[in-house]
């Protein structure tokens, strides 16, 4: 979405690894390159998310439940696990000799071979380890360059270990470091890394990794797209709603396809925002309307437009609607049926007929505890499961054959 920038720092250059810093703020000059506008965008969006309390009513979230954005088949969690014990088989559970001969090979300035760095990131099991390959990843790319990317992809593999490791820091400073520029040439470490801010409440340093993304120029695919909106609806302010139509618009320019959860949280972001025109907006351009998230939204976006008859009629064409036992029902959310009905009172003919409609759609088992977040966060039912870590027994040293049964039953 954006012209690529010339690497600063090639083969040639030293690119010794500087001091590890903390996750920091978002940058001034976001807003510039994701709204399309002047810093002050994303410093407010910024500023405005710390000090707004949490959402209430419909977006509440289900105590206990989890954040999911991308699948097990996105970031590849479990594949890099099992690699990393059966690594760990090949030096017989002792990763120790192995790193003294990485450290020999740095004091001497000794050329770094691929599967080496290969092997290192699947050895690392604590924050030290991953110091050091920090520093190793460094020396790599001094000697092989922007040359390496085409080779192997070293980017995804360090984003999992520290997606394993719950280490955001070092990820968040090594994909914006521009002596590694190139090292991270793939969508996949930055979604790694956005998925996990994500799920940390880190919203603002996953948006910077996006604006970072964006200014490599990493083409953006559904999953960025994903992320984008999703982020924007977190950070649930007027600037990120703008950021939100900007991504739009720009995505339709280039003929990008969004996927369907997008637009969802594109749609509640602009309602949680009040701008009930943006959001039915985005409900125009949602063409796969079988389905409750949608639906859901639906119903919200025609309450807070005033279109209270709208709201009766989609509510009774759900429950008209004689759906197969084997077709996944319709659901509407408890909390938003107790929205409308708050707004049905002032017309007590409507709400004579949301309480007739509201009993049918219990006894038919449409209403769902799920609030609009729940549904939101949710991995849709044809995707395979979300993205988890392996216990430590599965992770222990154990013999290869064994382990890769006790792996399928996962």
């Not at 996750?23 to 910024?46: N, Y």
């Not at 509440?60 to 954005?69: D, Q, T, V």
């Not at 290192?120 to 050091?132: A, G, I, K, N, Y």
């Not at 949280?265 to 009040?274: C, D, E, M, S």
Request: aromatic letters at 8%.
């Amino acid at each position: 979405m954006a012209p690529r920038e010339e690497a600063s720092g090639g083969a040639g250059q030293a690119a010794s690894a500087p001091p590890l810093a903390a996750v920091g703020r978002p940058g001034r000059k976001m807003a510039a390159v994701l709204a399309g506008g002047s810093q002050r965008v994303l410093r407010e969006a910024v500023r405005r998310s710390t000090v707004r309390p949490p959402a209430s009513g419909c977006w509440g979230y289900a105590p206990g439940g989890k954040r999911y954005l991308l699948t097990e088949d996105d970031i590849k969690l479990q594949e890099f696990q099992q690699m990393k014990v059966a690594i760990r088989n090949e030096v017989h559970g002792n990763k120790d000799p192995y790193f003294k001969s990485i450290k020999e090979k740095l004091k001497k300035n000794g050329m770094i071979l691929k599967n080496e760095l290969k092997n290192l990131l699947h050895l690392c099991q604590t924050s030290s380890d991953v110091e050091l390959a920090r520093e190793v990843i460094y020396r790599y790319h001094e000697q092989n360059g922007i040359t390496s990317v085409h080779n192997f992809k070293f980017g995804p593999l360090f984003m999992r270990l520290c997606y394993e490791l719950d280490l955001e820091s070092p990820a968040v400073e090594l994909i914006k470091d521009q002596n590694l520029r190139g090292f991270f040439s793939e969508s996949t470490s930055f979604h790694i890394l956005m998925t996990m801010l994500f799920k940390k409440g880190h919203f603002e340093s996953a948006l910077e990794v996006l604006v970072e993304m964006k200014k490599q120029g990493i083409p953006f695919n559904k999953e960025t797209y994903l992320l984008a909106f999703a982020i924007c609806y977190k950070l649930d302010n007027l600037e990120s709603c703008k950021i939100s139509a900007k991504l739009l618009e720009e995505a339709q320019l280039k003929g990008d396809t969004l996927p369907l959860r997008a637009f969802c949280f594109a749609v509640a972001t602009a309602l949680k925002q009040n701008d009930v025109a943006q959001a039915k907006f985005y409900c125009s351009q949602i063409m796969k309307t079988e389905n409750k998230l949608y639906n859901n939204l639906k119903v919200l976006v025609q309450l807070r437009s005033g279109s209270l008859e709208e709201v009766i009629k989609t509510l009774e064409a759900a429950v008209e609607v004689d759906t197969p036992s084997f077709v996944k029902k319709i659901e509407f959310s408890e909390q938003v049926l107790a929205t409308v009905r708050e707004k049905m009172e002032e017309n007590p003919d409507l709400s004579a007929k949301l309480g007739d409609i509201y009993t049918k759609l219990q006894v038919s088992g449409r209403v769902t505890m799920c609030t609009l977040e729940d549904m939101l966060l949710q991995i849709p039912s044809s995707k395979k499961t979300p993205a988890k870590l392996l216990n430590q027994k599965q992770l222990g040293y154990q013999a290869a054959k064994p382990l890769r049964s006790n792996l399928l039953l996962e």
